[in-house]
Nanobody, 127 residues
Framework: QVQLAESGGVLVQTGGALRLSCAAS????????IGWFRQVPGKKRDGVSC????????YHADSAKGRFTISRDNTRNTVYLQMNSLQPEDTAVYYC????????????????????WGQGTQVTVSS
């Protein structure tokens, strides 16, 4: 079955960098969209960065542009989120999720459009 496992979340200082990994199993990336989302208590889950496993096209939220990079390694069935210049407001639980690329609508990085989710990994940025 489809499974996603995030890793890499830690405590980091403001201005630091971090790379999150999302290991996928039960499916191959090249037919799916993979997204990174984040959530803080009391708020909705927001899209951060998403990538098509088929053609590598990407989407980044405004908060991620210029600082975060999403990439995929289809041979390892893994998606990465490189986060640079981290700020305290980036503190959240980060989730990866996936949906069949054929089911993606006009907004490919909306949490409601994703079918399968990992358990999340905590990222804390200290000020």
């Amino acid at each position: 079955q489809v499974q996603l496992a995030e890793s890499g979340g830690v405590l980091v200082q403001t201005g630091g960098a971090l790379r999150l990994s999302c290991a996928a199993s039960g499916f191959t990336l090249n037919s799916y969209y993979i997204g990174w989302f984040r959530q803080v208590p009391g708020k909705k889950r927001d899209g951060v960065s998403c990538i098509s496993g088929r053609d590598g096209s990407t989407y980044h939220a405004d908060s991620a542009k210029g600082r975060f990079t999403i990439s995929r390694d289809n041979t390892r069935n893994t998606v990465y989120l490189q986060m640079n210049s981290l700020q305290p407001e980036d503190t959240a639980v980060y989730y990866c999720a996936t949906v069949d690329v054929q089911r993606v609508g006009g907004s490919p990085c909306q949490a409601a459009g994703y079918d399968y989710w990992g358990q999340g990994t905590q990222v804390t940025v200290s000020s």
